[in-house]
């Protein structure tokens, strides 16, 4: 048994097995698009108040969205047609277009300027994952003619989502630790603490890293459409194992370092879609993730499209015994 990964993975499961065409996920720092790729099918992270969520208690955090699964990319289309919009009841989501009728409007698309970097430049990446994602990245250049392996400056983007998230986990869920500590894993419980003692400049800090890396990524963005690199650092591990410690033997830095493609991704608040693009020697799948500019989710599904279509980055059905 392997783990589906993330507090979405059932989600991912319903969907991966036809238990369910569609489903619903939330996505802080990865939790759709982590095991969409762990499962083999496609998930979405929309734009920080794409979908409105007049219901979060911190009004303003845009870092924990609502997202989607399915098993093909016209019905992560259809799903977010219906979902996405303006509420005055959440102040992220307040920006009206016509993105509705667009993203029912799926067709592949050309011209698009793209560049690759798996490891964002800065990642340890297991290295049967890495090999699908070179052969992935590969179909593609030929596929468009021209393709950069290029991406902007992340560093420091783990630390400050880290340092954000935590202090956004400690104040909403930090009283379970006084009430309900025996019931929580200790993930659960180190994910909280880290934010337990964080002072105000340490949160600082860590939005001045942000608009930093911010300022990197506009600049990459006025050049290329699409972005693409890893999902996760890792196929599907055993289900008994409960954090990943270890990528190809190598210690890793905390428990959380194996989602950094993804959690990047989250503090930038861009929109970000796994598709499966390949399956290692044992028969895992592997997500690649296209990450798009901010609110550009129709250009980013015709792309996903595109490869769904031309390449066959596409969801397969498990073998179920």
């Known amino acids: 048994m392997r783990t589906s990964g993330g507090s979405s993975g059932g989600s991912a499961v319903a969907v991966c097995t036809g238990m369910a065409a569609i489903a619903h996920g939330t ?12 499962s083999g099918v496609v998930g979405l992270r929309p734009t ?13 955090d845009d870092l924990n969205v609502h ?7 016209e019905d992560i289309g259809l799903l977010l047609s219906v979902v996405a919009g303006g509420d005055l009841g959440d102040p992220t989501s307040l920006r009206a277009d016509d993105f509705a009728q667009s993203a029912l409007q799926l067709e592949p698309i050309s011209g ?8 964002l430049g800065m990642l340890r990446i297991d290295s049967e994952v890495r090999t699908v994602l070179d052969a992935a990245v590969a179909k593609i250049a030929e596929l468009y003619g021209n393709l950069d392996e290029s991406g ?11 340092r954000l998230r935590g202090c956004i986990l400690y104040r909403t869920l930090g009283r379970h630790l006084e009430s309900d500590r025996e019931k929580l894993t200790p993930s659960v419980i180190w994910n909280i603490e880290r934010g337990a003692n964080i002072t105000a400049d340490e949160y600082l800090q860590a939005e001045e ?25 890792i196929a599907a591990f055993p289900n008994a194992q409960s954090d990943v410690l270890l990528i190809d033997g190598k210690p890793m830095a905390s428990i959380v370092d194996y989602m950094a493609p993804t959690a990047v991704m989250s503090l930038l608040g861009l929109p970000a879609l796994s598709i499966p ?26 792309f996903a499209y595109t490869l769904q279509e031309n390449l066959g980055f596409a969801h397969r059905w498990p073998a179920l015994s």
């Open 27 to 38: 996505d802080f720092g990865g939790s759709c698009r982590i095991p969409a790729s762990l």
């Open 48 to 60: 920080a108040g794409r979908i409105p969520n007049s219901a979060k208690p911190l009004l303003w």
């Open 112 to 119: 698009l300027r793209i560049s690759a970097q798996p490891d």
């Open 152 to 162: 902007p400056n992340f560093e420091g983007a783990m630390d400050a989502f880290m």
């Open 67 to 73: 997202g989607m699964l399915a098993r093909n990319v």
């Open 209 to 233: 890293q942000r608009s930093r890396i911010w300022r990197n990524v506009a600049d990459f963005f006025r050049d290329y459409d699409a972005f693409l690199c890893a999902t996760t650092s």
């Open 277 to 302: 693009c390949g399956w290692t020697k044992t028969g895992l799948p592997v997500g690649l993730q296209i990450v798009g500019r901010p609110f550009a989710e129709d250009t980013l599904l015709r």
